[in-house]
């Protein structure tokens, strides 16, 4: 099934990230500023319905202080599908497309912290893990990183 894709849809962003990251995984520090800035660029991903299946969110690298901010480097994070609408690819697809506006955005590379347990989720698309693995709360995360 396709997705559609729509930018500037936090509320409901923060729908799934809530069902995903906290009601889920148990996450209690899930938005922060960044959310709100500017430069903040939230995908949001709807079947052919309109029903909301995922999101996931791009930046510049001068929102993230855990990298050095280089031109044309931007950050992939938060992508998240309902549990129910798992196993269908949407996750590829929303990656995908979150790849796509950020690099119309001007990005040449993208980096993201992953949970360990989803790396070869990424490696699949073409990231490679650098650094060591670190507790984001209590979950095992690793800076990945691919250039566009």
């Not at 299946?53 to 994070?77: H, K, M, Q, T, Y």
């Not at 506006?101 to 040449?108: E, L, N, V, Y």
């Amino acid at each position: 099934m396709e997705l559609t894709f729509k930018t500037g849809e936090f509320e409901d962003a923060a729908r799934v990230r809530r069902a995903v990251f906290m009601d889920e995984q148990g996450f209690q520090d899930e938005f922060g500023a960044e959310d709100e800035a500017p430069e903040m660029i939230h995908v949001t991903a709807y079947d052919e319905a309109g029903e909301l299946v995922g999101c996931a969110r791009v930046f510049p690298s001068e929102l993230e202080p855990n990298i050095e901010d280089v031109p044309g480097r931007w950050v992939f994070g938060r992508l998240a599908v309902f549990p129910n609408r798992r196993e269908g690819g949407f996750g590829t697809q929303i990656l995908a497309a979150s790849e796509d506006i950020a690099r119309k955005a001007g990005a040449t590379e993208l980096q993201l912290h992953a949970q360990c347990h989803v790396a070869p989720f990424y490696e699949r698309a073409g990231y490679t893990a650098w650094g060591p693995i670190e507790l984001d709360e209590h979950v095992e995360h690793q800076w990945m990183g691919k250039s566009l």
